[in-house]
């Protein structure tokens, strides 16, 4: 298996094809072989050799197959447009149609690349299957990959690795799958022989040691079943072959046993009988006598027949099994697997899907006994030995028969995956999407962040629209930008709830990330107004809040609230600190006069309040809304406890009798000759106003301060800076409503840029 193997002339080739296609153009090959020879010159295998022995021995493997002129041809050509500057046009110029669609296919089946674990292989599979529409690709692809398991040992070992392990996981069941068990135990033992050396090595060594024994024991096997048979009238061709290295080593593993002579199935007689056509139909009917008098002889295992005559495998195999003990004698008293077949069963099972048009087309000189008609038989070879036919249309022949066999097709061809497709990425890897699905949900298959970021598609290379509808096979480039994000827009063609999910979801976050922001902006300007420091990175200004310990989603979700307009800024903060946090300050200490302290009034002798057109009414100021004594105001009359009041815009009166409610009027004459000093300890607060320096302006300011009914004890000019002045005011302030109304107030007044308590 580590030796360079000879290749094969294209004149060998040549002659070995115009045995069973005596009409081959001769010249056609040879310019193909010239072309390809020219295009490929320099480039060398692996082992050194000219890359043209490639090609070469992948026609040579596919001799087997009986390949029509155009296939030889693909053969030969198949890795120009992939490794060479040529084109399929070119190709298409000089050998046709039918030659370039091949190569295509050849290129396309390249750019299916399975991953180590990668659950999608049985994809893969069927992908290949789908894409290879013509088997003959199938045919190509398969003895392609087999030369380059043949010649793995000159690859570095990591590749010969990943090569066997995909040629386990695709090549060898999709033969399995289209019947070629030759092309598949090779492939099998191929790959094993890489993956498990040793294992391997062992099996190859114990068949070696009992390789003279088994010769022996088949040689007496073969002699005994031809005499019971002859016996008995009938003649049959018998042979008897070791299984593949592969196939024993699962056997063993399977039965849990390590040497070889424990399984008994190492090898298998095959009893070959002729095909027997009565009335135009295929007839079986030999078999099961065949059977009978093997029976008749050696007693069969129980449980170990099988009728794959009756009914086939799904591959479309046929053979009766049965496995005897006794056969060998003294040599040998193991029971001995018998697998009894046509002819014509036997090719299929060599050739699978290709047998029918190489096999149809095929003398039986092979035929070791010679096979006697009688009246209603007819031999197998002469109906078929007349019309001798070019491969190709023994294949549309082969495909029409296939279309009518339902169970065939579903394990055959694409119809099978009719909801499926199944697209490929640039760099060749599969995925399986629904049909119809566009660029879209491709993108997002690949990954979430290249879905949030396409802004474009190719197919094949041409740019598409991004609902453009995916075929099978087609290859799908997406093409992002960094800082694209998703429409809305794709939720109406995007047809996998995956892409669809992830759109939501992008936009879902981007709602909560915006709002979130906005929530942080607000009340960093509400704490910046007020003269506190603003949030940090981690929040931990909002880690107690509202008597609790907040999580950082908690914190989060508190700004989310307030960025949807949920929770006022204001709120927050002075939830967050105490009247006293927030109104006292530094400055303090240079108060000219300390701050007052009045005592609470409920019921005054100069009434602040109009209630209901009455001045005199019992009345309480509600905690819930804080109010003062200003404009909006409202009464609530409770039963037995006077009239709440309460700012009209408090929540709390949502849920309470409207008809219990009662106008209220400040009576703000009143209310200015009491200084606004409603309740409890009043503040001398810093403000600090940045303003556009104009004529007029500390009049403006001084009336907005006047307008809330606030003291002013102290104005001071700050330094300038070009045109805009700050000037400081201190304020005898009541409560934070109080300072945060004069703030905003002072912040509309005309060239005011911001109005903010110093800390
Ligand atoms: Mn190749």
Redesign the pocket.
Known sequence: MMAALPSPSIWEIVSQAKIYLPTLNEDRISRAYDFAERAHSGQKRFSGEPYII??LN?AHLLLDFHPDEDTLVAALL??VV?DTPHTLDEIEILFGKEVRNLCWG?EKLNKVRSKLNDQHVENLRKLFLAMAKDFRVVLLKLC?RL??MKTLSFVRPDKQRRIAEETLNIYSPIAARLGIYRLKGDLEDLCFYYLEPAKYKNIQDQLVKTEKWRAQYIESAQKTLATILAAEGMRAKIDGRVKSIYSIYRKLRKKNKNFVQDIFDVFAMRIILPDIYKHEKEYTGHLYTALGIIHNHFTPLANRFKDYVAVPKVNSYRSLHTTVMGLGSKLYTQPTEIQIKTEGMHHAAEFGIAAHWIYEGMAKADFAVPFEEDEDTVSPSSPFLKQHQEWISGLHQIEQKISNNKEFLENLQIDMFQDRIFVLTPRGDVKDLPASATPIDFAYSVHTEIGNRCVGAKVNGNMVPLDHELKNGEVVEIITRKNARPSQQWLSFAKTNHARDRIRTWFRNLDVKKHLLEGKSLLNAKLAQLGKPLLDDRLSLLKTYGGGNLSMQEREDLLIEIGKGGIFPGAVVKNLFTREELLMSREEARIDRPARTIKQQKISKEPLLEIGNQENVAYQFVKCCNPEFVDGLVGYVTRGRGVSVHKEICSVLKNMEKTRLIPVRVLKENVLRTDGRTSGTTYSVSVRVEANDRVGLIRDISNAIAKNTINILKIDQGPSQKSIVTVFFLLEIGTVDQLERVLSDLEKVASVRRAMKVS
């Open positions: 490639h090609p992948v198949h890795d992939e050849m392609d030369h380059n």
